[in-house]
Every structure is written in C-alpha cells, then in structure tokens.
C-alpha cells in the first residue's frame, strides 16, 4: 500500500472576526479574464470531505485545534520532539508561524493532532497542546489552557490537507500540463467566523488583494506525494502558493503549483464574477482544452509524452500520449468532462516493444471499463503502418470510423480510440492495398 506522508509546514495565520458587514451574497462564480496560458480542466461542486477544526483568536493572534488523516504518520518537515504531558509530539515553524503535532495512538485510522498558532511563543503553544480535549468529532482546547485573550471564533469542518484548494463549495481547476501548472480555485459561502476558520488552512501573511485583506502563503497541509505532472526542478514550484480571502459573501481560496507569485498574483486579480451564460461557455471550453497540454512532458523515465490519438463523444473528450525510451513504450490516458471531475486513467509501461505488435495490422492496448460512463469504455488501440482506415461495427448494424492519428515510433504505427457503444464490437483494418482484415492482437 502506498504512505501517504503527512507535512505540517509553518502553518496559521486567520483574520479577525471584526470585519465589516457583509455585502450581499453572491454565489457567482469567479473566472479568469485572462488565464495566461492555463485551460478549464474541471468546474464543479467540491466532493471534499472535512477535517474537524476549532479556531481562536485574539486580532491577529490565532490558535487552532484539528484533526487530521492520513494513511501512514510521517513527522513533519522541519520539526523537533517536544515532550508534552500526556505525549510524544513534534513542533516546529518559522516565523511567527509556530505548530505541534502528535498521532492519535488511539485510532485504528491513524488520525493525528495538530495544534497551530500564529503570534504565540512557544510556551503558550505548548500549554495549549496540552490542554487539547481529544476527541475526533470536535477537538478543542480547554479554557483553562487557552493563552490570555484568546476567545473561540468557530468550530466547523474543513478539508484542511491536500493539493487542491478544495473548501467544500464550488471547484474550478486549471491547467497547463505540458508546462506542470496548476491554479484551482474554491468557494465556499461564509461569514468573517469561517474566513477565520478556512484561514487555519493558509500558512501566510496578511495583505490587501482584490479591494480586501486576505491571506497570501502557502497550503496549511501538503497530504500525499505529487505526481509527475507536477514535479520541477525549482523546488518552490513545487510549493502551493496560497491566496484566501472574502469577498461578496463567499470565501475563496485559490491554490497552484508550478507558478511563480507574480503569475498567481495576476490570475487573483484578473478573476470576474460569472453569469449563467458564461459558465456554460466556460463548461464548453473544458472539452476544447488541447490535448498536446493535458499531459506533462515526459513520464518521469525520461521517456518524451506526445499526443498520438484524441476524442471527443457528447460531454465527455479524452486523450492518449505515448513515448519511447530505448525499446520501452509507455502510453497514459486522461478524460475530461463538462460537469465531472477529470480522470486520470493510468497507463502502463511495456520493458520492450515487440517487433510482432508492428506487423499485426491492429493492436488493442486498453480497454477503459471503470470511468463510469454511460457507454461501456473507452478503446484505445493502434494500426500498424500499412493500415490506411480501422472501422468498428456493432451488433446492431451500426459502424464508424475511427480517426488515426499521427504516425508514431515505432514502426510509423497510428493510434486510434473511441468511446464504444457496447461490449460487443468487430474492429476492421482496410490496408493500403484494398485488402480488409479483423485480425486484432490484444496486450494485456
């Protein structure tokens, strides 16, 4: 089973609750004018389930209790063991950002503790920690451990870890893969109690965006490890930048990778509230995002990923790229869709391209039974380079034919897919010189 690791960076900084009265509620999405070279690769309510949190504060001092999952306990990054009452903890920080953690010993789902402060020394941290009342479904701190000042603001749920900015609202995510970035954007209705509260997932600093105060950091939790889609040299790349704040009545929280602050800076302030027109023109744009971007430019083995077949059937566009390293091929597979979240499809690695699968005049590589489409898969296959039209047929009398795209090594193959109808199907070949064949050769 795969270890999810857990890092808890310098983390909690929260606005007061003293903020103004609200202007009247909006739920309008927020959209780019100017994406700068990033696409629509989801748009859709958030699934993200919650981590419970308690938030206290005092102005800018902020104190927070949470638990969190994660499959396997890790310390984390740049902390050192503190002896607490009744455990073993790490704590560590930079800045004004202080935090304690521990693993709840107790939990058959390897849940942890964390206690987070911004504007606290480290003995107030420490007493707080100690002070923390254990239980998973509302984790507090008891009033009697709580630093001078500090008063409770909210007590709520919030998915506080992960890659994306997800609060429990509305979800839109960008991006450039070919480039390795990514801006997700996340709504959530809220008072100036939940910006307190949703700030318990910034590490950062107040500063004025959008006509407001908001927070500008980094991501409170980093939960699990990044894929190669998003791996850079630069290593601050790699980092979340964070921006949160309020505006019209919702949160939002935006979250990349693989962009510097400046760009990130710009993408928040060229962001517009959207009308009904607009999001569907939006959800349109989802299934015109180019293929050659929707993937990163090798699979991490030094193998180059380049676009060989792509798709499009009703609400739903996919594609397929596939590289060479030596006699070793990988192919991935991605699905994009107007009101769904994106699916990564895997794909696989073959130790050595076999001569036989250039001569057989059509090869099925994959047959995508688990996206939970309507139709039963998606075929992904390739035609070998005699092969000038690949026809499928259905029991019920219908065909079509299916696009080839563009040659590929080895061996000028041509890669096709489709979106079938049903399970039973016949795959034709038509070669250059006339001839047709049902000859399919299958890698498992």
């Known amino acids: 089973m795969r270890a999810f690791r857990v890092f808890l960076a310098a983390v909690l900084i929260a606005l007061g609750a003293g ?18 070279g990033l696409h629509l690769e989801e748009m859709m309510p958030s699934k993200a389930e919650g981590d419970p949190v308690t938030a206290y504060a005092d102005g800018d001092r902020t104190l927070a209790v949470l638990v969190t999952d994660s499959e396997d306990w890790d310390p984390p990054y740049g902390g050192k063991p503190v002896k607490l009452d009744r455990h073993e903890a790490t704590m560590g920080g930079s800045g004004r950002h202080r935090w304690i ?96 509260l949703a700030g318990t997932t910034v590490s950062g600093e107040r500063r004025e965006m959008r006509g407001t105060t908001g927070l500008s950091g980094g991501d409170l939790l980093i939960n699990g490890s990044l894929s190669m889609d998003w791996v850079h040299e630069d290593l601050s790349l790699m980092m979340p930048k964070v921006r949160l704040w309020r505006e019209n009545g919702m949160i939002v929280k935006v979250s990349s990778l693989g962009l510097a602050d400046d760009a990130v800076d710009a993408f928040v302030e060229g962001l517009s509230p959207a009308g009904p ?31 060989v077949t792509s798709g499009r059937l009703g609400e739903r566009a996919w594609a397929v790229a ?22 990564d499809g895997g794909g696989s690695t073959f130790g050595e391209w076999k001569a036989a699968y250039n001569r057989g005049p059509m090869v099925i590589m994959r047959e995508v039974t688990d996206l939970g489409l309507p139709s039963d898969n998606v075929l992904v296959g390739f035609a070998a380079a005699g092969v000038v039209k690949v026809r499928i047929a ?5 065909s079509e034919e299916l696009a080839l795209g563009p040659e590929s090594v080895p061996g000028g193959v041509r890669w096709f897919s489709a979106e079938v109808k049903s399970r039973s199907f016949k795959l034709s070949a038509e070669l250059a010189d006339g001839k047709v064949t049902g000859t399919v050769r299958r890698i498992p």
């Open 101 to 196: 953690t521990w693993p709840d010993k107790t939990s058959q789902d390897f849940e942890s503790f964390a206690v987070l402060g911004h504007g606290l020394s480290d003995a107030e941290l420490t007493a707080a920690a100690n002070g923390v009342v254990e239980d998973r479904r509302r984790p507090r701190i008891d009033d009697g451990r709580l630093p001078d000042g500090l008063s409770l603001v909210k007590n709520g749920s919030l998915p506080v870890g992960g890659w994306r900015a997800e609060l429990g609202g509305t979800e839109r995510v960008w991006t450039n893969r070919q480039k390795r970035a990514r801006i997700v954007v996340s709504q959530l209705p809220g008072d100036a109690d939940m910006e307190v």
């Open 277 to 307: 027109e607009a999001v569907e023109r939006a959800r349109d744009s989802i299934l015109n995002y180019p293929p050659d971007l929707l993937f990163p430019p090798d699979d991490g083995d030094g193998r180059p990923l380049r676009v």
């Open 19 to 36: 903020c103004g009265q609200d202007v009247a509620v909006s739920a309008a999405p927020l959209l780019p004018e100017r994406p700068g």
């Open 394 to 398: 259905y029991q019920d009398g219908t």
């Open 322 to 343: 596939a590289g060479m390293r030596g006699e070793s091929l990988t192919h991935a597979f991605r699905l994009l869709s107007r009101r769904d979240e994106a699916i």
